[in-house]
């Protein structure tokens, strides 16, 4: 190894000073604080609904460091919506599993859905200075709708009956922004949140720990690495994740006597490195290249809508680490708040509809906090009698497949909004397929193209709704009743077949998956929402019903 750290390979560009376009006090329709994958997902996804938006980041670029490094295959779907998958795919490391050690054994092998019918890989590792680089790629191709000011901090939040004042600072200036709603995206410290004076409830855990990034060279599959009391460091949990461009991300526990600010200094840190990649096998140089504290935090704000401000991503909640859900919940936030958001600027929709943003991701937050609260306690035992539980968990599951379960550290998905107020009433007897409020699954079509026909997916048909409502007809060929294809003249809806044979002007399925996996039989109906969670769904559809059913959700 190099006793001396390393730059990371990715030099971020360095961004001047944003300036407003004229007077000192300006009016936008959409303010957003925070320039990391929250804001910009955002910001991207009101500039889909044609809606302009102002993004201002203290910082002078994208970050720096280690932060988030796992994007869900639920996000790659919302960012291929967004325009921004291809640097994603291009860079990214995907993987399907891990595999879990106990002391010298191993103890867990476990994948994640990957078959012939998905588009995308279940999971791919990938620093946030590239997550949020190849977001701004897309939103700097949309500056007439994403207007960026980087060096502009946050020093004032006044709120209004009809917005917010915002008063920001650069190093050359101060001014104020009116606007008439506000999205505080800007972190765990949030300004916003702190100037409304709201607190995130919940559980901030004692375990620490060490996260070092380094730089080396290995030919070693990409897979999620645990290792529970190793013997390159006896009585700590050490996680270990491949990023691109030869960058391992390496998380280990500390023990509860030992000092924090010594802990991360390299020469605390280098011979515990030296010591696990010798138990990997690994021989190759090393050098560091970021070393940082972690603790474990699950906390929430009990509302997500206050007035005109709407809070997301670590903003509006801090979710532990282990299965990887904070960067991904907050993308999820963002993709179902800038179509309501959209929708209500564009007087499509009232304000209310902002207030089921708030309900539908405070409850996923929850899921998430007690998923993520599971996975933590098994990481960082809080009590002696949970780390005995432990202790036994792992002496077992060598030889006792069933106790497996417990040690699986149950990767982030996409949460189902079951009791939404949005949904349709469910009184149809469908049997299998995906309900009201969950996301729709995946599954291979042919799309119409040019006249004739090309490959795609169910996530595809999405995209190609431009922001509306998506409607999918079961059908014997590729013809969507009149009175169902009308309903797009006056509402936001984009209707598409999905057919048992093929039609060129339709879309049908390639084998036989689609059907039996939406529990369709010809005249089946789903109404999906611009985020992908199903709306209502129909065995014989009548155009009265699709329309109550949509009016209801936008009022």
């Given at each position: 190894?190099?006793?001396?750290?390393?730059?990371?390979?990715?030099?971020?560009?360095?961004?001047?000073?944003?300036?407003?376009?004229?007077?000192?006090?300006?009016?936008?329709?959409?303010?957003?604080?925070?320039?990391?994958?929250?804001?910009?997902?955002?910001?991207?996804?009101?500039?889909?609904?044609?809606?302009?938006?102002?993004?201002?980041?203290?910082?002078?670029?994208?970050?720096?460091?280690?932060?988030?490094?796992?994007?869900?295959?639920?996000?790659?779907?919302?960012?291929?919506?967004?325009?921004?998958?291809?640097?994603?795919?291009?860079?990214?490391?995907?993987?399907?599993?891990?595999?879990?050690?106990?002391?010298?054994?191993?103890?867990?092998?476990?994948?994640?859905?990957?078959?012939?019918?998905?588009?995308?890989?279940?999971?791919?590792?990938?620093?946030?200075?590239?997550?949020?680089?190849?977001?701004?790629?897309?939103?700097?191709?949309?500056?007439?709708?994403?207007?960026?000011?980087?060096?502009?901090?946050?020093?004032?939040?006044?709120?209004?009956?009809?917005?917010?004042?915002?008063?920001?600072?650069?190093?050359?200036?101060?001014?104020?922004?009116?606007?008439?709603?506000?999205?505080?995206?800007?972190?765990?410290?949030?300004?916003?949140?702190?100037?409304?004076?709201?607190?995130?409830?919940?559980?901030?855990?004692?375990?620490?720990?060490?996260?070092?990034?380094?730089?080396?060279?290995?030919?070693?599959?990409?897979?999620?690495?645990?290792?529970?009391?190793?013997?390159?460091?006896?009585?700590?949990?050490?996680?270990?994740?491949?990023?691109?461009?030869?960058?391992?991300?390496?998380?280990?526990?500390?023990?509860?006597?030992?000092?924090?600010?010594?802990?991360?200094?390299?020469?605390?840190?280098?011979?515990?490195?030296?010591?696990?990649?010798?138990?990997?096998?690994?021989?190759?140089?090393?050098?560091?290249?970021?070393?940082?504290?972690?603790?474990?935090?699950?906390?929430?704000?009990?509302?997500?809508?206050?007035?005109?401000?709407?809070?997301?991503?670590?903003?509006?909640?801090?979710?532990?680490?282990?299965?990887?859900?904070?960067?991904?919940?907050?993308?999820?936030?963002?993709?179902?708040?800038?179509?309501?958001?959209?929708?209500?600027?564009?007087?499509?929709?009232?304000?209310?509809?902002?207030?089921?943003?708030?309900?539908?991701?405070?409850?996923?937050?929850?899921?998430?906090?007690?998923?993520?609260?599971?996975?933590?306690?098994?990481?960082?035992?809080?009590?002696?009698?949970?780390?005995?539980?432990?202790?036994?968990?792992?002496?077992?599951?060598?030889?006792?497949?069933?106790?497996?379960?417990?040690?699986?550290?149950?990767?982030?998905?996409?949460?189902?909004?079951?009791?939404?107020?949005?949904?349709?009433?469910?009184?149809?007897?469908?049997?299998?397929?995906?309900?009201?409020?969950?996301?729709?699954?995946?599954?291979?079509?042919?799309?119409?193209?040019?006249?004739?026909?090309?490959?795609?997916?169910?996530?595809?048909?999405?995209?190609?709704?431009?922001?509306?409502?998506?409607?999918?007809?079961?059908?014997?060929?590729?013809?969507?009743?009149?009175?169902?294809?009308?309903?797009?003249?006056?509402?936001?809806?984009?209707?598409?077949?999905?057919?048992?044979?093929?039609?060129?002007?339709?879309?049908?399925?390639?084998?036989?998956?689609?059907?039996?996996?939406f529990d369709a039989r010809p005249g089946t109906f789903y109404l999906v929402r611009p985020d992908g969670h199903v709306l209502g769904r129909w065995r014989e559809a009548r155009a009265g019903q699709v329309e109550d059913a949509l009016k209801r959700a936008l009022s």
């Open positions: 190894m190099r006793d001396t750290f390393h730059p990371y390979p990715h030099v971020p560009k360095v961004y001047p000073p944003g300036k407003p376009a004229a007077a000192s006090t300006q009016h936008v329709p959409v303010l957003i604080v925070g320039g990391g994958p929250v804001g910009l997902a955002t910001a991207l996804g009101l500039a889909r609904h044609g809606v302009r938006s102002v993004l201002i980041e203290a910082d002078d670029g994208v970050c720096t460091g280690s932060r988030a490094i796992c994007i869900s295959r639920r996000s790659l779907e919302i960012i291929d919506r967004l325009g921004a998958l291809d640097g994603f795919l291009a860079k990214g490391l995907p993987w399907t599993g891990g595999r879990s050690f106990y002391r010298d054994e191993e103890v867990l092998h476990f994948t994640m859905q990957q078959d012939a019918n998905q588009k995308l890989p279940p999971m791919v590792n990938l620093a946030q200075y590239h997550i949020e680089q190849f977001l701004l790629d897309a939103a700097e191709r949309h500056s007439e709708l994403i207007d960026i000011r980087w060096q502009t901090r946050v020093t004032g939040v006044q709120q209004r009956a009809d917005g917010a004042t915002v008063t920001v600072a650069t190093p050359h200036d101060t001014y104020q922004i009116d606007t008439d709603w506000l999205v505080a995206a800007d972190g765990g410290r949030s300004v916003v949140r702190e100037a409304l004076g709201l607190k995130l409830r919940g559980t901030s855990y004692e375990g620490r720990y060490v996260i070092v990034d380094i730089h080396l060279k290995s030919e070693r599959p990409t897979e999620r690495l645990a290792y529970f009391d190793p013997p390159s460091n006896p009585g700590s949990t050490v996680l270990v994740h491949k990023q691109p461009d030869d960058i391992w991300r390496i998380d280990y526990q500390l023990r509860d006597d030992e000092d924090a600010q010594t802990a991360v200094l390299l020469e605390n840190v280098a011979p515990r490195v030296d010591s696990l990649l010798a138990m990997m096998g690994e021989t190759a140089p090393w050098h560091p290249v970021w070393i940082t504290i972690y603790k474990a935090n699950a906390l929430t704000l009990d509302k997500y809508r206050h007035g005109p401000v709407l809070f997301a991503g670590d903003a509006a909640h801090l979710v532990p680490i282990f299965g990887v859900r904070g960067a991904n919940s907050g993308i999820d936030d963002a993709d179902n708040l800038a179509w309501k958001l959209a929708y209500v600027v564009k007087g499509l929709a009232p304000q209310a509809l902002l207030d089921s943003y708030s309900d539908e991701r405070v409850y996923a937050a929850h899921e998430n906090l007690r998923h993520g609260t599971k996975s933590t306690e098994f990481m960082a035992p809080p009590t002696f009698a949970f780390e005995l539980m432990r202790t036994a968990v792992l002496g077992l599951a060598g030889k006792h497949a069933h106790v497996r379960t417990l040690i699986n550290p149950r990767q982030t998905s996409a949460i189902a909004y079951a009791q939404s107020s949005l949904n349709a009433p469910d009184t149809d007897g469908f049997s299998a397929g995906p309900a009201p409020g969950t996301v729709l699954p995946e599954c291979p079509l042919a799309l119409p193209h040019n006249g004739g026909q090309k490959a795609g997916y169910i996530t595809d048909l999405g995209k190609r709704a431009d922001g509306h409502f998506t409607g999918l007809y079961f059908g014997v060929d590729a013809c969507v009743p009149a009175e169902l294809l009308a309903l797009g003249d006056s509402l936001p809806l984009t209707t598409v077949a999905i057919s048992r044979g093929g039609a060129q002007g339709g879309a049908w399925h390639h084998a036989a998956q689609a059907f039996p996996l």
